[in-house]
């Protein structure tokens, strides 16, 4: 907790410091979009995906977009064991009727070698492909395209000159290019964690083993600073809310994002009622260890132990800059009577702060309130949400496309038989329960993250 103190001051001093923060006037998902998430193994861990969708989820409680995510592990631009491209999108993409697709490969289209011109122009021709087919079918979808995540070149010796990541970096600026040519979205992965890396490796050589374990596939943490990345490029705001509250008159000289009534002072006590408008963001990893590669299918839920701060993971916020970028939730109370004061929210300690400190602005997002408690619920459900969608893809669809006629939108490779109408119809009820599972979880999400009243007080401690 000492360390995610210190994260969370750094990011309040940053602040200060840096008062013209820029402004965001347009979030680039709009209410009712539908998003798909498509690439390889990275996409199939569901880190920045699910971190995404709990930041849409817990920063704007009103805004219904549905997310998708249809990564599978080994999958390059003309397919994989999956199936071919056309065959991935057609089971895996155009039944959603998704207006937003997010596209990542790469890692394993340049084959983990040196670069190779006959390589790189079968992926050159097969993202061209991929981005014709998907305007072709989705007529009006926005597209997104993702540079590929980096590979470890800097806590181990590259194997050859230049390294994969180099060739990787070479990938990247092809789709970079194609995003320009086609007016798509372009948003690079690849540069801001490979920065990470560099700065946790000059901190903790240990430490920077976490960030990319295996050297291709990012942890849990590593994939926050994607997601970061994808959001700031999608013009995601900064600030769940900001109060100020002068003490001495009783008057709330800002109130942004948030509802703030009933401000009382009583016996050096400052009490007021608040209610939000966002929840902060719950940051997966944070109080807990995570698997590297969660398994396809059924994998526990987020499950944070507050008195445990995963010091990976906090030195990663801390040199991504997320909570300054992403999650603030600033509180100022001026014109104090004592020295130093306790922060409880509902009843419950959160904090001890000095009076210097409360002037200047804090920032409460990453604290143990009860918010931050609502929105790692919030994050569960997110997470079961997508857990659903995998057991019911990897888990029934896709064993049973593979032998040919389960499967609606693919065409029948068996003859027709006695029971093969009965068993297309089973497997169908079955997808049609998952389908309705998942939207049960995902109306839940919306739930959990509506606005709560709130109770604050500062104490004076004498």
Request: aromatic share 10%.
């Amino acid at each position: 907790m000492k360390l995610l103190r210190t994260v969370l001051l750094l990011g309040s001093l940053s602040l200060c410091l840096n008062a013209s923060v820029r402004a965001t006037t347009s979030f680039f998902l709009k209410n009712g979009d539908r998003v798909c998430f498509y690439g390889d193994s990275i996409t199939e861990q569901r880190f920045y995906t699910v971190d995404v969708e709990t930041y849409v989820r817990t920063r704007y409680p009103q805004l219904h977009v549905k997310f998708f995510n249809s990564g599978v592990g080994g999958d390059s631009v003309g397919g994989g064991w999956a199936g071919s491209i056309n065959l991935r999108l057609r089971r895996d993409i155009f039944p959603f009727n998704p207006n937003v697709v997010t596209i990542m490969l790469g890692m394993n289209d340049a084959q983990y070698r040196p670069f190779n011109q006959a390589i790189f122009n079968k992926y050159r021709q097969g993202y061209k492909h991929l981005i014709a087919s998907l305007k072709s079918h989705l007529p009006g979808v926005r597209i997104v395209l993702i540079g590929p995540s980096p590979y470890d070149d800097v806590t181990a010796k590259p194997g050859f000159p230049g390294g994969y990541n180099g060739v990787l970096v070479r990938y990247m600026q092809f789709v970079r290019r194609l995003a320009r040519q086609d007016h798509v979205f372009f948003v690079d992965f690849n540069t801001p964690l490979v920065t990470v890396l560099k700065k946790v490796e000059k901190i903790s050589p240990k430490l920077a083993k976490d960030v990319i374990p295996g050297r291709v596939h990012p942890s849990a943490a590593g994939e926050l600073v994607m997601a970061q990345a994808l959001l700031k490029a999608w013009g995601a705001p900064a600030r769940v809310d900001s109060v100020a509250i002068d003490a001495a008159n009783r008057h709330i000289t800002e109130m942004k994002n948030a509802d703030v009534r009933h401000v009382l002072v009583a016996q050096g006590v400052v009490s007021w009622t608040q209610v939000d408008k966002s929840l902060p963001m719950p940051i997966m990893a944070l109080h807990e260890t995570w698997p590297q590669f969660p398994p396809t299918s059924i994998w526990g839920a987020p499950s944070p132990d507050m008195k445990h701060t995963n010091a990976a993971t906090a030195l990663i916020i801390r040199e991504s800059g997320f909570v300054h970028d992403l999650d603030r939730q600033m509180l100022k109370v001026t014109h104090l009577a004592a020295a130093d004061y306790e922060l409880r929210i509902n009843g419950k300690k959160v904090a001890r702060f000095t009076s210097t400190e409360l002037a200047h602005g804090i920032n409460i997002s990453q604290l143990p309130t009860p918010m931050l408690a609502q929105a790692y619920r919030v994050l569960s459900l997110a997470w079961e949400h997508t857990q659903i969608r995998f057991a019911a893809w990897r888990e029934v669809q896709l064993p049973m496309s593979n032998i040919g006629w389960f499967t609606p939108q693919l065409p029948v490779n068996v003859n027709s038989g006695p029971g093969v109408a009965k068993a297309k119809t089973i497997v169908g009820n079955i997808m049609e329960n998952f389908s309705q599972l998942q939207h049960l979880v995902s109306t839940e999400e919306y739930l959990a993250a509506a606005p709560e009243p709130i109770h604050y007080e500062l104490s004076p401690i004498h």
